[in-house]
C-alpha cells in the first residue's frame, strides 16, 4: 500500500501563507491525492484533491511534483480557524473499492 | 454543518453491552462510510455501503456489522463490547462510490465502555 509521510506539527502565523509537505514515494500511476483536515472536536472536512495537475479550490491548492512523490497543500493566507490536523491520503485500489486510510497528519498551530 | 447527522452524540454503556449508532447521510447521497477514531489508532476506516449494497471493508471487527436501509440511512452495530471499543465513531456520506468523491463527515459519536 502506498503510504504518506508528513511532518508531525507545523506553526505558521496568521495572515501568513502555510506550506503543507506530504511525500508519497510509492505512489502508483492511478492513485489520487487527497487532503482531509480535523478542526478540534469536529469530523475530519474535505479540502482538495488531485491526480497530476495542481488544483485549486476556495480552501486551499494543491501543489503536485512532476514525479507525483510528493504533493504540497498552500493555504495562502492562514487564519486562526485554519489549526486542525491536516492529513495526506493515498487513495488506492480499483475505484469501486477506493478507502481513504488516515495517516497521522500534521498539526498545524496558527498564531495570532 | 456538514449536513450529515449522527445519533446519539454520547453514549456510555457497560462491557459486554451491545449499541447502534445511526447515521442520516447528506440529501442525495448514496454512499455512506464508518470511522473509528481513539487515542492510540487513530482514524481508520470501518466499512463503506453504497445505495444498500456494502462496498468496502477495513479494519472492522467481526463484533461490528453495519447495515445501509432503503432510506439510505444506515446503523452500526457494535456487540460484545470491550474497553477498548470506547472512541468516536464518524460517519460520512458521498454521492458517488469511489474516493474521488468529497466525503463529508458527521459530528461523530463518542462511545464510552465502562
Known amino acids: 500500500d502506498a503510504k504518506t509521510t508528513q511532518p508531525n506539527s507545523m506553526e505558521s502565523n496568521e495572515e501568513e501563507p502555510v506550506h503543507l509537505p506530504c511525500n508519497h514515494s510509492?505512489?502508483?500511476?492511478?492513485?489520487?491525492i487527497h487532503w482531509y483536515r480535523q478542526l478540534p472536536s469536529q469530523g475530519p472536512e474535505y479540502v482538495i484533491h488531485?491526480?497530476?495537475s495542481n488544483v485549486n479550490n476556495r480552501m486551499a491548492s494543491l501543489a503536485i511534483a512532476e514525479d507525483r512523490k510528493s504533493s504540497t497543500l498552500i493555504l495562502h493566507r492562514a487564519t486562526l480557524r485554519d489549526a486542525a490536523v491536516y492529513y495526506c491520503?493515498?487513495?488506492?485500489?480499483?475505484?469501486?473499492?477506493?478507502?481513504?486510510?488516515f495517516g497521522t497528519g500534521t498539526r498545524l498551530q496558527v498564531f495570532p | 454543518d456538514s449536513g450529515v447527522t449522527q445519533t446519539p452524540k454520547h453514549l456510555i454503556t457497560a462491557t459486554g453491552q451491545r449499541v447502534t449508532l445511526r447515521c442520516s447521510p447528506r440529501?442525495?447521497?448514496?454512499?455512506v462510510y464508518w470511522y473509528q477514531q481513539s487515542l492510540d489508532q487513530g482514524l481508520q476506516f470501518l466499512i463503506q455501503?453504497?445505495?444498500?449494497?456494502?462496498?468496502a471493508k477495513g479494519n472492522i471487527l467481526e463484533r461490528f456489522s453495519a447495515q445501509q436501509f432503503p432510506d439510505l440511512h444506515s446503523e452500526l452495530n457494535l456487540s460484545s463490547l470491550e474497553l477498548g471499543d470506547s472512541a468516536l465513531y464518524f460517519c460520512?456520506?458521498?454521492?458517488?462510490?469511489?474516493?474521488?468523491?468529497?466525503?463529508?463527515f458527521g459530528p461523530g459519536t463518542r462511545l464510552t465502555v465502562t
Open positions: 510509492t505512489i502508483s500511476g492511478t492513485d489520487y
Open positions: 455501503y453504497y445505495n444498500g449494497e456494502e462496498r
Open positions: 460520512a456520506s458521498s454521492p458517488g462510490q469511489g474516493v474521488i468523491y468529497e466525503q463529508y
Open positions: 488531485g491526480l497530476t
Open positions: 440529501s442525495g447521497d448514496l454512499s
Open positions: 491520503i493515498l487513495s488506492h485500489g480499483v475505484y469501486n473499492t477506493d478507502k481513504l486510510i
